[in-house]
């Protein structure tokens, strides 16, 4: 059974930094591109990074570009999201996802399994 569980959110006020990270089991994690997307209350859950299985390709949202940065370790079947420099806009459930491609897609419906998210809120 594929488990992703995320963790590190919580309250950050806005210019400080949070890493978020994601533990997968029960798939063979080099094997699969992961993605963090997020979802505000009332919108549409967005991409906000991807990386492909080597860590090699990244792409990050426009919207978080400069800020972001999302990284793996395949030894430890984790993948994380350094956000620096948060803003009032980065509030929202963050989820990560894994496919099982050898492209990063920005596209949620591309993702085979989800994490439960977690909260990220940043105060101002």
């Known amino acids: 059974q594929v488990q992703l569980v995320e963790s590190g959110g919580g309250l950050v006020q806005a210019g400080g930094s949070l890493r978020l990270s994601c533990i997968a089991s029960?798939?063979?994690?080099?094997?699969?591109?992961m993605g963090w997307f997020r979802q505000a209350p009332g919108k549409e859950r967005e991409f906000v990074a991807g990386?492909?299985?080597?860590?090699?390709?990244?792409g990050n949202a426009d919207s978080v570009k400069g800020r972001f940065t999302i990284s793996r370790d395949n030894a430890k079947n984790t993948v994380y999201l350094q956000m620096n420099n948060v803003i009032a806009r980065d509030t929202a459930v963050y989820y990560c996802?894994?496919?099982?491609?050898?492209?990063?897609?920005?596209?949620?419906?591309?993702?085979?399994?989800w994490g439960q998210g977690t909260q990220v809120t940043v105060s101002s």
């Open positions: 996802a894994a496919r099982r491609s050898t492209v990063v897609f920005d596209s949620a419906a591309a993702y085979d399994y």
């Open positions: 029960g798939l063979t994690f080099s094997e699969y591109v």
């Open positions: 990386i492909s299985r080597s860590g090699g390709n990244k």
